[in-house]
């Protein structure tokens, strides 16, 4: 099971996740997000997330410009999220950096084949990305994607592991459900994260 803790800002919980055995770090850059990091946060998470994935997440950043600034501070990296994000932008992206993912939700009705516009894995998310709510898994049951893809949305370290037992997804992604405020992450949250997602 691939564990991406999102939204980090400090080396601190960075390492926290990378010691309980996380597979890849997120850091946010969205101009509007509570978890926004500015380029010293985000170089930080960087050096102290070790051999683990370091990835730029964004949603109001013309896609070659978020790749430029992937490069740039080091991650490796760059998740397009939502419908602002076409097969054009992935496209430029993919001219500036190797590994892009897609980060999408059920109700926008995006193609759900995994690679469809070039992108290495498929996040699939609930309809208010970082908002915490949890969707109906049960629409999965006869959508789930081919290939490659990661299951987020209103997960916390008490439902993460019957989400997994659910819809078996090949990884998850956490942000709000570790936090005791919005972008206020918990050390002690993003263990018991990492080890129920490996129990699920």
Known sequence: ???????LRTAEHARAAVDAGADAIGVVMNATSPRRATDDEARAVVEASGAADTVLVVNDLPSAEAART????????LQLHGRVYGEADFAAALAVIPRVWRATSLDLDPPLEVGAW?????????????????????????RAPD????LAGGLSPANVAEAVSAVRPGGVDVSSGVEVA????SSDLIRAFVAAARRG
Do not use: H, T
Request: proline share 6%.
């Open 1 to 7: 099971m691939y564990v991406k803790i999102c939204g």
């Open 70 to 77: 992937a490069q740039r501070l080091g991650f490796d990296v």
């Open 118 to 142: 070039g992108e290495e894995a498929l996040l699939l998310d609930a309809p208010k990305p970082g908002s915490g709510e949890r969707w109906d898994l049960s629409e999965l049951a006869e």
């Open 147 to 150: 290939g490659r893809w990661l």
């Open 182 to 185: 919005p972008g206020e992450k």
